[in-house]
């Protein structure tokens, strides 16, 4: 009977909300982090920083352009994440909508920092989620009847109360079945009831192509990426001067205000290099997991190859062919939420 149960018009509107929202938060932390370079922009951080709640932090205007352009990022990867899972909630999908609610911090802070007034669009979505009647629908429970039984409910308050019926003779009982006389004869026999027969759990077929295919490709990507930081690691060890005299050339105001030396912008280039291929080395297990049978494993992938191909594609208006991994990691994405792979891991 859950399976017949219609989507409510209130999930409808939630997963519109939510890709609708997370579509204009994107736009927005790009058009804000396009902007930071500019005059205008750098007087508006002046002023904050002169403001008497802020100017006892001992931050910089470059120092606060860098926290809004990580901030802005996060934002961005966390609503392109919500618009991939927006789609899942038209389907009912419970991970969908654990993931969505894990999500609501960085898309509130990263709207904040993008400057729009979008992100509570999104945010209203995911309250929906947990509403009335999409919790039952979410639920497998009947959710037009107890909709139905909610509204009646509510209109019998509001209707004045009907006069009493006037007293009527009640009839008199009827004798019990073993006080009434059965005819002569045999006595039918009455079978048993019989308990219904399970239904049989649907076979897992064969893996889809598509699934196959996406957990190929983070594979490949995957070692590819390990590859170019690995690379980039190594010549930034042998050329550090050279990197440190662009770094201090661009930016010297940051490398005077943060003190930082040739031995601590090596460093922070290990770092950053590590937490990269710690990504890339945690994509291929989690295409792993998803390749053998792990929805949860799927979902998280799906995304972390959103989120990366965001990210790569800010990247790319620096070095544009990272536009092959912006357009690998989009394909994985699409490929792990196509209708036939999520059938068959119900199927399971």
């Not at 370079?37 to 120092?63: F, I, K, N, R, Y």
């Amino acid at each position: 009977m859950s399976e017949q149960q219609p989507r409510p018009g209130q999930a409808t509107l939630a997963g519109g909300l939510i890709i609708g929202g997370s579509v204009f938060v994107v736009l927005a932390a790009w058009q804000r982090i396009s902007t930071l370079h500019t005059l205008e922009v750098q007087e508006e951080l002046q002023q904050v920083l002169a403001d008497p709640m802020t100017s006892d932090l001992g931050m910089s205007v470059d120092g606060l352009a860098s926290m809004i352009r990580v901030l802005c990022l996060l934002g961005a990867g966390a609503a392109t994440a919500s618009a991939i899972l927006g789609v899942q909630v038209f389907q009912r999908s419970t991970s969908a909508r654990i993931a969505l609610t894990l999500l609501a911090p960085l898309l509130f802070v990263g709207g904040l920092a993008a400057g729009g007034l979008l992100a509570p669009m999104v945010l209203a979505g995911i309250v929906l989620l947990w509403l009335q009647p999409t919790r039952d629908w979410y639920a497998g429970r009947p959710w037009v009847q107890r909709y139905e039984e909610r509204r009646a409910a509510r209109l019998a308050a509001l209707r004045p109360p009907a006069p009493p019926a006037p007293s009527e003779r009640p009839a008199l009982p009827a004798p019990p079945a073993s006080q009434q006389q059965m005819p002569p004869g045999p006595r039918p026999v009455v079978p048993s009831p019989v308990a219904p027969r399970a239904p049989d759990r649907p076979a897992v077929g064969a893996r889809p192509p598509a699934l196959v295919a996406a957990c190929a490709i983070t594979c490949v990507v995957a070692v590819v990426v390990v590859l170019l930081v690995a690379a980039f690691a190594a010549w930034a060890n042998a050329h550090s001067e050279q990197l440190f005299a662009d770094v201090m050339k661009d930016q010297p105001a940051w490398l005077d205000t943060s003190q930082v030396t040739e031995r601590d912008l090596v460093a922070g280039i290990y770092l950053i290099v590590a937490g990269v291929a710690a990504c890339a080395l945690g994509g291929i297990v989690l295409a792993a997991l998803a390749f053998v049978g792990q929805n949860w494993a799927r979902i998280v992938l799906a995304i972390g190859a959103g989120s990366g191909a965001v990210l790569s594609l800010f990247l790319a208006i620096g070095a544009w062919p990272l536009v092959l991994i912006v357009v690998a990691l989009a394909g994985t994405t699409s490929l792990l939420l196509r209708p036939e792979v999520g059938r068959w891991y119900a199927g399971r």
